[in-house]
């Protein structure tokens, strides 16, 4: 069954379009699409989160464009994992793990990547880095908006910006996370804290395969397709 099974982990700085890859693999492939974002953000706006000192930490985090405390999302990530693999079920990860101690651990917690290892089998696991130029990173994600009620993001391709959802007709708002000071620091925090993981998974031998980020998103996903076969 490990075989049978793949383990998709997608890197990128903010607007790189990872969220709507997964999503594209989801529909197209049958993978389950764990996004740490969208996670974080129904956790920390729940109806009563604000009563949790650790919520309120993280969430203090989050608005900021930093990344929440490793060790707290690594054992909530960690546990999705594996409620996955259990399913028997292959697993896409966008932006996830996002820190070194994320994806290896130390000597009291075990890293993602080792999680994925055992769970999938090293040689089904894919992982892609997708490339954008920081001005294409801040331009799109100035533009972009979510649902109301779905939480469908509303990408932007440079056409005629609509003000209601395409999936199911709700108004659409931004995210506090998508204003360009946030969208900075969230780029750094991807080049600072994330980047680096790459260079060290190449050192461990997993897959890595380079993607442009900048063709329409039906056109990466047709890259990813045939890197995955």
Not at 193 to 218: D, H, S, V, W
């Given at each position: 069954?490990?075989?049978?099974?793949?383990?998709?982990?997608?890197?990128?700085?903010?607007?790189?379009?990872?969220?709507?890859?997964?999503?594209?693999?989801?529909?197209?492939?049958?993978?389950i699409h764990f996004d740490t974002g969208a996670y974080c953000e129904a956790l920390f706006y729940?109806?009563?989160?604000?009563?949790?000192?650790?919520?309120?930490?993280e969430k203090r985090n989050f608005e900021t464009g930093e990344l929440v405390t490793p060790s707290w999302?690594?054992?909530?990530?960690?546990?999705?994992?594996?409620?996955?693999?259990?399913?028997?079920?292959?697993?896409?990860?966008?932006?996830?793990?996002?820190?070194?101690?994320?994806?290896?651990?130390?000597?009291?917690?075990?890293?993602?990547?080792?999680?994925?290892?055992?769970?999938?089998?090293?040689?089904?696991?894919?992982?892609?880095?997708?490339?954008?130029?920081?001005?294409?990173?801040?331009?799109?994600?100035?533009?972009?908006?979510?649902?109301?009620?779905?939480?469908?993001?509303?990408?932007?391709?440079?056409?005629?910006?609509?003000?209601?959802?395409?999936?199911?007709?709700?108004?659409?708002?931004?995210?506090?996370?998508?204003?360009?000071?946030?969208?900075?620091?969230?780029?750094?925090?991807?080049?600072?804290?994330?980047?680096?993981?790459?260079?060290?998974?190449?050192?461990?031998?997993?897959?890595?395969?380079?993607?442009?980020?900048?063709?329409?998103?039906?056109?990466?996903?047709?890259?990813?397709?045939?890197?995955?076969?």
């Amino acid at each position: 069954m490990k075989d049978s099974k793949k383990a998709v982990v997608l890197y990128g700085p903010p607007g790189s379009g990872k969220g709507t890859q997964a999503e594209l693999l989801v529909r197209r492939s049958r993978y389950i699409h764990f996004d740490t974002g969208a996670y974080c953000e129904a956790l920390f706006y729940a109806p009563g989160a604000d009563k949790d000192p650790v919520i309120r930490r993280e969430k203090r985090n989050f608005e900021t464009g930093e990344l929440v405390t490793p060790s707290w999302i690594l054992k909530r990530v960690s546990e999705a994992t594996q409620r996955i693999a259990r399913s028997g079920s292959s697993i896409v990860l966008s932006g996830s793990p996002r820190t070194m101690f994320e994806a290896f651990g130390d000597k009291r917690n075990t890293g993602l990547m080792k999680t994925l290892a055992s769970l999938y089998g090293k040689k089904s696991i894919f992982i892609f880095s997708i490339r954008v130029p920081e001005e294409v990173s801040i331009m799109r994600n100035s533009h972009r908006s979510i649902c109301s009620v779905c939480k469908t993001p509303a990408g932007f391709l440079g056409g005629k910006k609509s003000n209601v959802c395409m999936f199911c007709g709700a108004s659409l708002r931004k995210r506090t996370l998508d204003t360009p000071d946030v969208i900075r620091v969230r780029i750094q925090e991807y080049k600072n804290r994330t980047f680096p993981i790459l260079e060290e998974l190449r050192n461990g031998k997993y897959q890595i395969m380079k993607i442009n980020g900048e063709p329409a998103p039906y056109r990466m996903f047709e890259e990813i397709q045939k890197r995955l076969r």
